[in-house]
């Protein structure tokens, strides 16, 4: 398969630490070309340098994003627009109605688009499911607890210094217990985005978890961990990363090439976005 030609929009530390690698690593993708608000940022990454965006468009055929979620929504609808496959970075949007309009655009124009909710593309991550799925589930908890909010985070970017550990973390852990444990359907928030939030979720077919949510907690952390009990056993995940990336290079290539859908869509973005928006709804502001 003639390798997916796959331009960037993005340039900071995620780009450079996941994006750009992962895409220029092949064999099923290329790295056409990068396009950031700050040029100068993207000189390094092994790529053509477009100044305008539309500019990357002409010279790829699907489009990834690594910027912060209201960039992503303004400008993975152009993508979509311009026929572009997406390749979208977790939440899909900085707000309930841009994730509408991203996912409406998608749909609307017909483009193939994909999720970047890393943990699901580990092995790990599939096998805990598949074994999730031979234990009659009762419910869960998960927890993810990290440093990131503390100060001089390489990932301590503006927008999780202001919406926190719910924007950010929160599509990882909502997408895990709701694979895990059937469709979410209600959600109760408490706490604080910026400091402990806790979630409880409540799953089609009756099954109830909990999560908590943290990324300005010091010390040496425990692994982040999902736990799942069920009437003729139990599963749990310390997730590891391992090959993710391959396996999101690889399936989005495969996504493009059929042109069809994938599971981890932008309808799949925006319902995770549903939950969190109700969720930060409910919270001390």
């Known amino acids: 398969m003639e390798p997916v030609a796959v331009g960037l929009v993005g340039a900071g530390p995620w780009a450079r630490i996941a994006h750009a690698p992962m895409l220029a ?3 099923h993708t290329r790295l056409a070309g ?3 608000r700050r040029p100068d940022s993207a000189a390094d990454l092994g ?8 500019e990357l468009f002409d010279h ?22 311009a026929g572009k496959a997406l390749l979208l970075e977790k939440p899909l949007a900085d707000s309930l109605d841009d994730a509408r309009r991203v996912a409406d655009v998608v749909a609307e124009t017909g483009v193939a688009s994909q999720m970047v909710l890393t943990l699901r593309y580990a092995a790990e991550t599939r096998e805990f499911l598949a074994r ?3 234990i009659a589930p009762l419910g869960g908890h998960a927890a993810n607890i990290s440093n990131v909010l503390l100060g001089g985070h390489v990932f301590g970017t503006p927008w999780r210094l202001e919406r926190g550990a719910l924007l950010d973390v929160g599509p990882h852990v909502v997408d895990l217990l709701d694979a895990a444990l059937g469709p979410v359907t209600g959600v109760r928030a ?30 040496d952390l425990p692994p982040s961990t999902v736990a799942v009990y069920g009437r003729e056993g139990n599963a749990v995940l310390r997730p590891a990363g391992g090959n993710a990336l391959e396996v999101v290079a690889e399936e989005f290539a ?18 995770l976005q549903r939950v969190i928006a109700e969720a930060e709804a409910q919270l001390t502001p």
Do not use: N
């Open 254 to 271: 495969a996504t493009v090439r059929a042109g069809g859908g994938h599971p981890l869509d932008a309808a799949h973005g925006l319902r």
């Open 25 to 27: 690593k092949g064999p």
């Open 132 to 134: 999730c799925a031979e």
């Open 34 to 36: 990068v396009w950031a």
């Open 60 to 81: 790829c055929e699907a489009v990834a994003f690594c910027v912060p979620p209201a960039v992503q929504a303004e400008y993975a609808i152009l993508a979509a627009r």
């Open 47 to 54: 790529a053509p340098v477009f100044t305008r965006i539309e």
């Open 190 to 219: 408490h706490g604080d985005p910026l400091g402990w939030t806790g979630l409880m979720l409540e799953h089609e077919g009756g099954a109830v978890s909990e999560a908590s949510l943290c990324m300005a907690a010091g010390g």
